[in-house]
């Protein structure tokens, strides 16, 4: 790697180390409401596979192939242990 | 007071959809299809379309029509006898098919998979799919006239109150979209990026929604749609009927009408036999409870035939009754 | 002589920093985690795209340095310089050599290996169900505590440099602007953030022009006053959806935080050109007042996040931990992270000792430091009053953001603790918001800014020493060397518990004695600084205050205990067990 390399992963790196002191915090609050709000979603139309019928299935079948990508997430949150510990950072 | 529906539906600028509500076995089906038929001999272009399981418009019109669509049986008159269970399996096909192709994959996630199967067997899934096909004609607005018949009582209800459940629920998941695409927005200006991609959720919900408000729309209008029930003059339906009337007014529905089906011809009070005489009386004291309770709600009255009334003759024949009114009860 | 100046102890613990994280660290690293680069992170494990997901070790880094970059740093130095500078500069570096960075790394490795998992849940399966209750019931307390220390903070900075509450507003009006620039009119990040840094320019303008009202105009009690407009702008700050005023606030904070700190740091590596001198004296003596205790406990709970502090626990396992790319980011992750707030903690330190001996603790001196000591480079004596705002402003803008984080915080774990029980009310969204802040202001009304420090220092460097002992424990269930953790936890253990003992203590003390008769016949408060509280509610306000503080510190003492009861019985239990445990 030349000097130019060297210079240009410098600058990489600070712009990443600012991206993550000013902004990786609040993106990270907002993804996670964001993920609130999509497995509200999905706890709508997904409900009777945990038990709670919420939405008549023929339509929730309509819509079931949107959230195939996030049902493992959701149900590893739904399961996951967690206490207050988590609200904070996570 | 008019009797005959020709007044109320067959005029111009009349309802376009007309539906006939009642208990299984009171002639709901042969009531749709006379006055479809009807509605077609005035020029109109009707479709005709059975919730009811029984496959009994296929009997009606005697040929095989259950689950082929739309069928052409008379000059603008079309039938069709849904096969609920075919287009349940249709359907779950189309959603497996559309998880394949939206994430390229060979095999559905197994539990995915289970999922989807065992909703097949849910009762909600019939009753849905057939209101689905309901609404779906009547979005699609190709006819001039709509006859719809209920099956059994409870499901008919329960059928018009879903309307009204599941348009909230779409209110509320739209809403739920609405907020998560906001701050995917927002997620992704903080990243200095642009969100170019749209939920096709929202457009789904939407369609959906639309679906379901045309039928909603329609419901709740009352120079758009006209509701009739159907009874017999015994005591049995009186009760019935009158159990009805109370849950449509629950629901904010007004009843265009009530069709007396199956009553005795007044020759048949001289009858010598003792056993069709005696029928007779009852019915005449039935109908007296018929007038004070119902009054003026009785449209039209539709004598026993000797015969159940098949093919479009027969549905001739009950339209001079339950259209033209010759049959009058007081 | 090189310590003259603040330059001779930031060289030397610059270079023991650096020694720190490129020997020992790394010596940890390979011997006791052996991190694998091809050992799939939980951010692979689980990636959901929102939690889980792998991130670069430049954003992580930059990520976990400003999630535990506070007030701590700033503060604690202050306080410890009762005993003089020296013992306050040997701790912070030797804490940074053998404790603060193995709690902020070690248990960040203890979450990637436990599938992301934080705290509670690991706490859970390594001690038990009881100790688990234990430490979420303190760091109930401990919240309650952060937030005292830093209403305190902000009430009395305000209090002396009035003109930081202007340059509050404007952050709170720019934090709005921005957000609603942002999200709402859809303009780019890079414009609305020049925007936002001119606008936070202004602000400290305005502040330093209109630095109204004088100290010490709002009667007796001045600095409470200042409570009332801040917990309005708090609550709001909880309830309002976050885009509208968190995120843009804690997005715009940063550009001050960063400044005060590259500051501070020119500052005290420049003094040794510039010339500004240390003032205070090396040591003075090894028993403090009586308020405050003896060197042993007292400074090793007074320096908290620039030496060691367990909230840095809560970050590392919280989000850090689920967004690790690779096993071998942890050390420049979280040691990396660490070692830098250490830096932070020896310039904040610098900034203190260039006040002239015998300056009051108190955090408002901590502005009139920083600006002795960056003057000289920033524009000198023209500059001093913008420099006063603006560090000013700095400490107020630190503790205001953390404080509406906490806030919420604070309101999602009453809802959960208290949702469907007969408390119902509160979990309440305004009840719970208002309790979280209304609460602390009973503590802050003790009056006394030493014992609050000293009373939040105690937990939160309990909760670090809890941190060590899991991490400890885990390392010895494995029969890892696991002491490079566990000696430090047990330090910081013993330590604290004696802190917050001799503090119960103090309290005690001014329960039963709440005023002091003078030879002349008047009575004075036990603390000097409840004068106006004795003044409104007598001898009897005074009493029930101090009781309120000294129940605080006998349930925190006992937690305390007990926790330190669950952990040798789990380390005996562990030593029993000739094979690893099983996952429970």
């Known amino acids: 790697m030349g000097k130019g390399g060297f210079l240009s992963s410098m600058k990489k790196a600070l712009s990443e180390v600012t991206y993550g002191a000013a902004l990786h915090g609040q993106v990270s609050a907002v993804l996670k409401t964001r993920m609130y709000i999509e497995h509200m979603f999905i706890l709508m139309i997904l409900g009777d596979m945990l038990g709670f019928p919420i939405l008549p299935p023929y339509y929730s079948l309509r819509l079931l192939p949107y959230a195939v990508p996030n049902v493992k997430a959701w149900k590893h949150r739904f399961y996951r242990e967690r206490d207050f510990t988590d609200v904070i950072y996570g | 007071m008019a009797w005959g529906l020709r007044d109320v539906v067959l005029r111009d600028g009349g309802p376009r959809m007309v539906i006939f509500a009642g208990k299984g076995g009171l002639g709901k089906t042969t009531s749709s299809a006379a006055l479809a038929y009807a509605a077609a001999l005035s020029g109109k272009r009707v479709l005709c379309f059975s919730t009811d399981p029984q496959a009994s418009l296929s009997d009606i019109f005697e040929r095989d029509i259950f689950g082929k669509g739309e069928v052409e049986v008379a000059r603008n008159l079309y039938v069709v006898e849904i096969d609920a269970d075919a287009k349940i399996s249709a359907y779950i096909a189309e959603v497996k098919q559309r998880i394949r192709d ?23 899934m019939y009753e849905s799919a057939t209101y689905d096909a309901m609404a779906d004609y009547l979005a699609r607005g190709d006819y001039d006239l709509y006859v719809f018949d209920m099956p059994p009582f409870g499901h008919g209800i329960r059928m018009l109150t879903m309307a009204d459940v599941l348009t909230s629920w779409v209110e509320k998941l739209t809403e739920v979209r609405e907020k998560a695409r906001e701050y995917d927005e927002i997620a992704s200006r903080l990243k200095g990026e642009r969100l170019i991609k749209e939920d096709e959720i929202l457009n789904e919900l939407k369609a959906i929604k639309d679906k379901l408000t045309t039928f909603t729309d329609f419901m709740r209008d009352k120079t758009k749609s006209a509701f009739f029930m159907v009874m017999t003059p015994e005591m049995m339906s009186v009760h019935d009927t009158e159990r009805a009337l109370q849950a449509f007014r629950s629901i904010g529905l007004t009843l265009s009408g009530i069709v007396l089906n199956k009553v005795l011809p007044k020759e048949l009070g001289s009858n010598p036999s003792p056993y069709i005489s005696y029928r007779y009386k009852q019915q005449e004291a039935v109908l007296k409870v018929i007038e004070e309770k119902f009054g003026d709600l009785v449209v039209a009255a539709i004598p026993m035939f000797p015969r159940e009334p098949k093919g479009l003759e027969g549905l001739k024949e009950v339209a001079k009754h339950l259209v033209d009114g010759v049959t009058r009860v007081w | 002589m090189v310590f003259e100046t603040p330059f001779g102890i930031t060289m030397v613990g610059i270079v023991i920093f650096l020694l720190t994280f490129f020997t020992y660290s790394r010596w940890v690293d390979r011997r006791v985690w052996s991190p694998d680069p091809k050992r799939p992170t939980p951010a692979h494990m689980y990636m959901d795209g929102v939690e889980f997901f792998p991130v670069s070790r430049f954003v992580l880094y930059g990520f976990q340095w400003n999630s535990i970059a506070a007030l701590g740093p700033i503060l604690g130095p202050g306080i410890a310089l009762t005993f003089g500078w020296l013992p306050a500069f040997l701790w912070i570096v030797l804490a940074a050599l053998l404790i603060g960075w193995v709690q902020d790394y070690s248990s960040m490795f203890l979450s990637v290996r436990k599938e992301g998992r934080s705290f509670g849940p690991i706490a859970y399966e390594l001690l038990g169900p009881t100790p688990r209750r234990l430490l979420l019931g303190f760091l109930l307390f401990y919240l309650l505590l952060i937030n005292a220390a830093f209403l305190f903070v902000v009430a009395t900075v305000v209090d002396a440099f009035a003109g930081a509450f202007w340059s509050l507003l404007v952050l709170v009006i720019a934090a709005v602007i921005t957000g609603h620039l942002l999200f709402k009119v859809k303009m780019p990040v890079v414009q609305v953030t020049l925007i936002a840094v001119v606008l936070l320019a202004i602000g400290v303008v305005i ?133 830098s707030e250490n830096l932070v903690g020896l310039t904040s330190l610098a900034a203190w000792i260039v006040l002239p001996a015998g300056t009051a603790v108190a955090p408002a001196n901590f502005p009139r430091g920083a600006v002795t000591l960056t003057s000289p480079v920033f524009g000198g004596a023209a500059m001093a009053p913008y420099l006063a705002i603006f560090f000013a402003s700095y400490m107020v803008g630190m503790a205001v953001t953390i404080l509406t984080i906490l806030g919420r915080f604070w309101r999602v774990t009453m809802a959960e603790i208290f949702s469907g029980t007969s408390l119902n009310f509160l979990g309440n969204k305004y009840v719970a918001t208002v309790l979280g802040f209304v609460l602390p202001v009973a503590f802050v009304l003790t009056g006394s800014w030493i014992n609050i420090w000293l009373y939040f220092g105690g937990t939160n460097q309990l909760l670090a020493g809890f941190a060590l002992l899991i991490v400890g424990l885990y390392l010895f269930s494995l029969r890892k060397f696991h002491w490079y953790s566990t000696i430090p936890g047990l330090f910081m253990m013993v330590t604290t518990l004696a802190a917050i003992a001799w503090q119960t203590n103090v309290f005690a003390t001014a329960t039963i004695n709440p005023v002091i008769r003078r030879p002349d016949g008047t009575i004075a408060p036990f603390f000097p600084q409840q004068a106006p509280l004795l003044n409104l509610g007598g001898p009897g306000a005074l009493t029930a205050i101090n009781a309120f503080s000294t129940v605080m510190g006998m349930i925190m003492f006992v937690i305390g205990l007990m926790m330190a009861i669950f952990f040798i019985r789990a380390f005996l239990r562990y030593a029993r067990q000739p094979t690893q445990p099983t996952a429970t």
């Open chain 3, 207 to 339: 502040g330093a022009i209109f630095n109204w009202p004088p100290p010490g105009t709002l009667g007796t009690a001045p600095y409470t006053l200042w409570y009332v407009p801040l917990i309005a702008l708090l609550v709001a700050g909880a309830i309002l959806p976050m885009p509208r005023l968190i995120t843009p606030m804690n997005y715009i904070a940063y550009y001050t935080l960063f400044p005060a700190v590259i500051m501070l740091a020119v500052g005290a590596l420049a003094s040794i050109v510039t010339g500004v001198k240390v003032n205070t004296p090396a040591f003075t003596s090894f028993f403090g007042p009586f308020a405050t205790g003896p060197l042993w406990p007292a400074l090793f709970v007074s320096i908290a996040c620039g030496a060691i502090s367990g909230w840095h626990s809560l970050v590392s396992t919280g989000l850090t931990s689920k967004q690790i790319d690779v096993e071998t980011d942890v050390r420049p992750v979280g040691a990396g992270a660490m070692l």
């Open chain 2, 102 to 124: 939206m994430y390229k994959l060979e095999e559905i996630p197994a539990e995915i998979e289970a999922y989807i199967d065992s909703s097949v067997a849910e009762p909600a």
